[in-house]
């Protein structure tokens, strides 16, 4: 069973931020925050990953509450190539199986 | 650029026939990798870990006999789907880690079809 709860969906403007939520409320403590985004009929795509601190790369920005039980991913400025299902994953440890949820399907509208 | 490509990206066969999906890890050694599934509108479920040198571990409900694994080298597995039926029809998509561990990179994904 997946170990995180998001949102089914969110509409984000584009140009402007969008901020996806995650719970991961029994994350353990060597148990990493992934993040993937499948577009559709395509394999997922890595965004980013974080262990404890707040991250950042060329994609987006990982932000961890400092308890790790939620996190936020920050797409600075929105495309419509930014459409897609948003998945949030905990994996780490002797198991790095991602076990998927359903995701947050993610609309940038014009 | 990818660094796990699979092949075909699309299949179409015929019902009762086998057919082999491969997946490759382009700029790194391998020794695990993963095979999921995906239905229409559903998310990726994991089918079974392929481990390098050593029997692929299934996931409860999959079969093993009908989803030969092979990751006979540190580049590539392969995935059989045996004696193909439509319920079979889906998306077959693999996955590794780097070599850092860290991070997990996925195939472009596979489309069968069985007709």
């Known amino acids: ?110 | 650029g990818a660094v796990v490509s699979q092949h075909p990206s699309r299949v179409i066969c015929k019902s009762g026939t086998s057919v082999k999906i491969e997946c490759r890890s382009l700029d790194f050694q391998a020794t695990t990798m993963f095979w999921y599934r995906q239905f229409p509108k559903q998310s990726l479920m994991l089918m079974a870990t392929s481990n390098e040198g050593s029997k692929a571990t299934y996931e409860q409900g999959v079969e093993k006999d009908k989803f030969l694994i092979n990751h006979a080298s540190l580049t590539l597995s392969t995935l059989t789907v045996t004696s193909a039926h439509p319920e079979d029809s889906s998306f077959y998509i693999c996955s590794t880690r780097d070599n850092s561990g860290n991070t997990i990179y996925f195939g472009e994904g596979s489309w069968l079809t069985v007709v």
């Open chain 1, 1 to 110: 069973d997946a170990k995180t709860t998001q949102p089914t969906s969110m509409d984000c403007a584009e140009g402007r931020a969008a901020n996806l939520p995650c719970n991961h409320s029994t994350i353990s403590g060597n148990e990493y925050v992934y993040w993937y985004r499948q577009i559709h009929s395509q394999g997922p795509q890595y965004i980013i990953h974080g262990l404890k601190n707040n991250e950042t790369n060329e994609m987006a920005s990982l932000i961890i509450t400092e308890d790790r039980k939620s996190s936020t991913l920050i797409l600075p400025h929105a495309t419509l190539r930014d459409t897609a299902v948003y998945y949030c994953i905990v994996s780490g440890g002797s198991n790095y199986k991602l076990t998927f949820g359903k995701g947050t399907l993610l609309t940038v509208n014009p």
